[in-house]
């Protein structure tokens, strides 16, 4: 079974541009959530999609946006790019949405951001 | 507002004993999560917790103390594949997750 994949792996852009990440889930999982990694902060929870809503948000600006397809596939958006915004950017897909049961979330390999 | 505290950083010796520790604080508390990340790679599960009490899976083990909003890793037979870094992350409240900034293992021969 193949992982979650993401695209693309590598991107720099420049500070005020915007920036379209992709994430595919493995097949199956209806649930993807989005985190950004830097090193100071650690981990931080950006969303989570199941059926194409958005179920959960975390504490970033609105520059941050997200949609999922009617395949599980999900995109997340970047606007107006600030230096800050240079991080690895990881999905991870889960079986079921966890409300009740607890299903492990399967992380793609991320794609790095640097903002110039 | 929430808080998950683990070491920044750990050394230990090839085939012994390490623990790694955890503290949280959140709104709401359904699990709790360890993930391995080696540097350049993405997190993989390791473990998980929603009862008091020890998880064990092979050489890893996991432990949670709800009431203390505690929870540790115990890695056995260190291998110097471990050398990784070690996320704690609880599912709290609306099913959001929160990590903490993870303990570099470092694990000499």
């Known amino acids: 079974k193949a992982g979650v994949t993401q695209t693309p792996r590598y991107l720099i852009k420049t500070r005020g541009q915007q920036v379209t990440l992709s994430c595919s889930p493995i097949?199956?999982?209806?649930?993807v959530s989005w985190y950004q990694q830097t090193p100071g902060q650690g981990l931080q929870f950006l969303f989570e999609y199941f059926s194409e809503t958005q179920r959960n948000k975390g504490n970033f600006p609105g520059r941050f946006s997200g949609r999922q397809f009617s395949n599980s596939r999900s995109e997340m958006n970047v606007s107006t790019l600030e230096l800050g915004d240079s991080a690895l950017y990881l999905c991870?897909?889960?079986?079921?949405?966890?409300?009740?049961?607890?299903?492990?979330?399967?992380f793609g390999p991320g794609t790095r951001l640097t903002v110039t | 507002g929430q808080n998950i505290d683990q070491p920044t950083e750990m050394t230990a010796t090839e085939g012994a004993i390490v623990q790694i520790n955890c503290t949280y604080q959140t709104s709401g508390f359904n699990g709790l999560f360890w993930y391995q990340q080696h540097a350049g790679e993405a997190p993989t599960f390791l473990s998980y917790n929603v009862l008091d009490g020890l998880e064990e899976k092979g050489r890893f083990s996991s432990f949670l103390s709800r009431s203390k909003g505690y929870s540790y890793l115990l890695l056995k037979e260190l291998q110097m594949k471990d050398s990784a870094s070690y996320l704690c992350a609880v599912r709290g409240d609306f099913n959001k997750f929160y990590f903490g900034s993870g303990t570099k293992l470092n694990v000499k021969p």
């Open positions: 097949s199956g999982h209806r649930s």
């Open positions: 991870a897909s889960s079986l079921v949405p966890r409300t009740g049961g607890t299903y492990e979330q399967y």
